[in-house]
């Protein structure tokens, strides 16, 4: 049985930091594409980024460029969003999601696929 738990979503005041947390149980972490979507209240939802099996390639939706940095460790079947100088309009459902498509090159994607597991989310709000 696949499992996806996400932690770590909060309140936070504009510029703030927060540490995304994503524990996926039931697959061989090691060798899947792992990512984050968020979708806020009226929005469609959005790849936020991703990073391959490998860990040699990343992307980053654009406005969160320079802001939010993705890791893994396969060791420990985890994957962290680290979230730095935080907006409003960061606040969204945060959503952790295992066995996706992810491409880092120039003109990137983070796709979900009809194999992907998703997580329950975690809300980010981000005040004024």
């Known amino acids: 049985q696949v499992q996806v738990v996400e932690s770590g979503g909060g309140l936070v005041q504009t510029g703030g930091s927060l540490r995304l947390s994503c524990i996926v149980s039931?697959?061989?972490?090691?060798?899947?594409?792992v990512g984050w979507f968020r979708q806020a209240p009226g929005e469609e939802r959005e790849g936020v980024s991703c990073?391959?099996?490998?860990?040699?390639?990343?992307y980053y939706l654009d406005s969160v460029k320079g802001r939010f940095t993705i890791s893994r460790d396969n060791a420990k079947n985890t994957l962290w969003l680290q979230m730095n100088s935080l907006k409003p309009q960061d606040t969204a459902m945060y959503y952790c999601?295992?066995?996706?498509?992810?491409?880092?090159?120039?003109?990137?994607?983070?796709?979900?696929?009809?194999?992907?597991?998703w997580g329950q989310g975690t809300q980010v709000t981000v005040s004024e």
């Open positions: 999601a295992a066995s996706v498509s992810c491409d880092g090159n120039s003109g990137g994607y983070l796709k979900a696929r009809a194999d992907t597991y």
């Open positions: 990073v391959t099996w490998i860990g040699s390639s990343t």
């Open positions: 039931g697959l061989v972490f090691k060798y899947i594409n």
